[in-house]
């Protein structure tokens, strides 16, 4: 079983900057061996997938972050980081990280709320 924990999240103006921390209760090495995503979840909206960074650090972004959000992690640390610039309103969300492509259980999320 793998448990996540999400910080880094805030009150920011438009066109601001945040980085989100994911650690990861996970034993050993086996952290390195996992691809791991980030998702939101806006004010009434379903949650959605934005990213993931691979065994390797390869990373993939949706488009609609690309561009403003890059994810990296530490294998090291057991933790996953998404850095997120030029933030608008419509990122405001609940920001999540988990494995993927299929997630495991939920963690509580870290609030990002922007302001215009």
């Known amino acids: 079983q793998v448990l996540f924990v999400e910080s880094g999240g805030g009150l920011v103006q438009a066109g601001g900057s945040l980085r989100l921390s994911c650690a990861a209760a996970i034993g050993g090495d086996a952290f390195s061996f996992y691809t791991i995503g980030w998702y939101r979840q806006g004010p009434g909206q379903q949650r959605e997938f934005i990213g993931a960074v691979k065994i390797g650090g390869a990373t993939n972004l949706q488009d609609s972050v690309k561009g403003r959000f890059t994810i990296s992690r530490d294998d090291a640390k057991k933790t996953a980081y998404l850095q997120m610039r030029s933030l608008q309103p419509e990122d405001t969300a609940t920001y999540y990280c988990?494995?993927?492509?299929?997630?495991?259980?939920w963690g509580q999320g870290t609030q990002v709320t922007v302001s215009s």
């Open positions: 988990n494995l993927a492509p299929v997630p495991a259980s």
